[in-house]
């Protein structure tokens, strides 16, 4: 249970102030600006895996628990709760947003800029990258490493510092799934829950064949 509380408290706040910082940009005509906005989310993402990753491992993010279990670093009995907690965070955080923003119409939400399949290719790619950088750097899917949080964060950061104003730059199931069922704008969430998991999940593959000590170099 321990673990489920974790894995809450930290979605939420990562979703809180990550979307959050981007309902604040709109209802300050900019103040916190797209690069602010991308710092935003890679501080929060490594504080959280420092606050938390001993505990949980600091996944705050159902693609990255999928992934970890798809390894066989991560116990299967524990991926629904993980997730189920995981969401509730997100789900939570958007709330809390909604009633402090009524007005703001997307709560942070991500939308696709372009076609639906760019985005779709873009997450899954990102998430991708991301997910290489975290197995390599997790210790038994406990992402606690001296530089882990500011690696995995700062991916984070750069990947939504360029692609989103394209895709949105999710990476998160959860972030995702919140501030789309509470703004009432589920129509592109498809791209967003597919796309992440689909990437973190190819990740492990490559992971397996870059560690494989015992392939034979010519």
């Known amino acids: 249970m321990r673990k489920y509380v974790a894995e809450m408290i930290g979605t939420f706040t990562m979703v809180f102030c990550g979307t959050g910082a981007m309902v604040i940009d709109q209802q300050s005509g900019g103040a916190v600006t797209h690069v602010g906005v991308a710092i935003t989310w ?3 993402v490594m504080v959280m895996i420092y606050c938390l990753g001993n505990i949980s491992g ?3 993010n ?3 628990s999928i992934a970890f279990t798809v390894a066989g670093r991560f116990k299967a009995k524990l991926l629904p709760g993980y997730i189920i907690s995981q969401l509730t965070g997100a789900l939570l955080a958007s709330f809390v947003l909604k009633i402090l923003f009524p007005a703001n119409l997307l709560l942070g939400a991500t939308m696709p800029m372009g076609s639906e399949i760019q985005s779709f290719v873009l997450e899954l790619l990102l998430t991708f990258f991301l997910m290489l950088v975290i197995i390599h750097l997790a210790h ?7 530089f882990a949080g500011q690696a995995i964060g700062a991916v984070v950061g750069l990947e939504a ?4 104003p394209i895709c949105g730059a999710s990476m998160n199931p959860a972030r995702s799934i919140a501030p789309a069922m509470v703004s009432g ?3 592109h969430l498809w791209i967003y829950i597919i796309g992440p998991i689909l990437g973190a999940v190819l990740a ?3 992971w397996r064949y870059l560690s494989n000590p ?3 170099e010519v």
Do not use: C, D, R, Y
């Open 58 to 60: 600091a996944h705050m």
């Open 185 to 187: 704008h589920p129509e």
């Open 214 to 216: 015992t392939i034979v």
């Open 161 to 164: 510092m360029f692609a989103g």
């Open 62 to 64: 159902p693609a990255v």
């Open 140 to 146: 038994g899917s406990k992402e606690q490493g001296a």
């Open 204 to 206: 492990i593959p490559v």
């Open 42 to 44: 890679g501080l929060i």
